[in-house]
């Protein structure tokens, strides 16, 4: 009764990925897939071959990490099964089981992070969905554009195409969606937009779509979404310098991840935990924890973030003169930028350099101010405000120091003036009390 025990094995496989239960799925799934090549082929079965082979996908995207051999090959193997099956003259029962496969493919490149190859993949994605006309597809591909756009530094056009995949969302329709594209289509749409109303210039906007993210998420009751909201939310508020919060979001993180055996979101959460521990005075610790989480992620074969998680590293081990090792993260940050095309936090990481070169002798002001010019410059071209403020901020008052206090305030003045919210954050309130200081 081997085709019976397989669509049973299958079944199991997809209750267990509906509830979590992501490495118990993943084997369930493997052995519904091991029986079915057993048997001979047939279109019902070459069907079912998909539907289980992209299930494991998602489970085994959670558990190894998206970027890791094993999801990789599983997307493969897919892409394997749906052309035979298409040049058999078979559509499949389920026209989303391509799209799921196309999604596989480029969330592999994304997390590995290849900006030109994830905008590409995300181009056809969306050139599918639009000669099908479907829209879950449309709304899965508006916010893989979104993605790629906005991390490869196209920060506003990247907001758009959120707005656009958001338009599409009904969560009573589409919150099952969560086992075929990784995770609920909502919560990811509000993370990330979350990040890009903050760089724009909008904190109280990206908080709000930041808690928006982790009720839904609660709501959802789906255990890689609430990871992946846990985590992208945390991102949000480190830059509003809501650590508190960052660190216990991080630690849920950590608890899900240990019980669901999910090594990619317990890495990406112990290096936000070590960035926390830095920025709140605690650089040993942070230095520890952030080097453990890089070494954990990397044997994923992820990299996307990678450039944040090195600037704070080199913030921490300057914390703690360190400055050789600082220099070093800060050159892997910058070099990371250039290889992978991953720009968004390009500002921050020279602000960051600047901000080190000031406490070296050999480099000092000279280089710190060419950081910093550089940020502003960067951060002009990406429309990101909060990364020109802080960018604006740090020379400000280098140039304070030197005694140029017109021109620091002649740079500060206007940016903060732009701004027409989120004055209870930490960057804006030290940008005015820094102005009422040169003023």
Not at 139 to 156: E, P, Y
Not at 218 to 228: C, D, E, I, K, P
Request: hydrophobic share 45%.
């Amino acid at each position: 009764m081997i085709e019976k025990a397989a669509f049973l094995w299958g079944k199991a496989g997809q209750r267990s990925l509906a509830r979590s239960a992501l490495v118990e799925a993943a084997e369930q799934l493997r052995r519904a897939l091991d029986q079915i090549a057993t048997l001979p082929s047939t279109s019902v079965l070459r069907g079912e071959q998909i539907k289980l082979q992209i299930a494991l996908v998602n489970a085994l995207m959670h558990v190894k990490g998206y970027a890791a051999p094993e999801p990789k090959a599983a997307v493969e193997q897919a892409r394997q099964f749906i052309e035979r099956a298409e040049a058999l003259g078979e559509s499949p029962e389920d026209p989303l089981l391509l799209f799921s496969a196309l999604y596989g493919v480029w969330a592999a490149s994304y997390v590995a992070f290849n900006g030109d190859v994830t905008r590409e993949l995300a181009s056809q994605f969306v050139a599918l969905a639009e000669k099908q006309d479907q829209v879950i597809p449309l709304m899965i591909g508006h916010r893989l554009i979104a993605n790629s756009l906005m991390l490869t530094g196209d920060i506003a056009k990247g907001r758009e195409h959120y707005d656009q995949a958001f338009a599409f969302y009904d969560p009573a329709k589409h919150r099952s969606l969560a086992t075929r594209f990784g995770q609920d289509v909502g919560v990811s749409i509000f993370v990330y937009r979350a990040l890009a109303q903050w760089m724009l210039g909008y904190p109280d906007t990206a908080l709000a779509d930041a808690n928006h993210a982790l009720e839904d998420a609660r709501a959802g009751g789906q255990a890689g979404t609430l990871m992946y909201a846990q985590f992208h939310t945390s991102l949000t508020n480190v830059l509003c310098a809501n650590y508190a919060a960052a660190t216990a979001q991080s630690d849920e993180v950590v608890r899900l991840a240990d019980e669901k055996n999910a090594a990619i979101w317990k890495a990406l959460a112990t290096m936000q935990k070590g960035c926390v521990l830095a920025l709140s005075g605690k650089a040993s610790e942070g230095i520890q924890m952030i080097t453990s989480g890089i070494t954990t992620y990397k044997s994923t074969g992820s990299r996307v973030y990678l450039p944040i998680f090195l600037a704070h590293l080199a913030r921490a081990y300057a914390e703690v003169s360190q400055f050789d090792d600082a220099w070093h993260c800060i050159g892997e940050a910058l070099s990371a930028v250039e290889t992978t095309k991953e720009r968004w936090y390009e500002a921050e990481i020279n602000r960051i350099g600047g901000e080190i070169a000031l406490r070296l002798p050999q480099l000092g002001s000279p280089q710190a101010e060419a950081f910093f010019e550089r940020a502003l410059t960067i951060a002009r071209a990406q429309q990101a405000k909060s990364w020109e403020l802080r960018a604006a901020m740090s020379a400000a008052r280098l140039w304070r120091d030197q005694g140029m206090r017109a021109k620091a305030n002649a740079l500060l003045a206007p940016i903060y003036g732009w701004f027409t919210e989120g004055f209870n954050t930490h960057d804006l309130k030290q940008a005015k009390a820094s102005l009422i200081e040169m003023s």
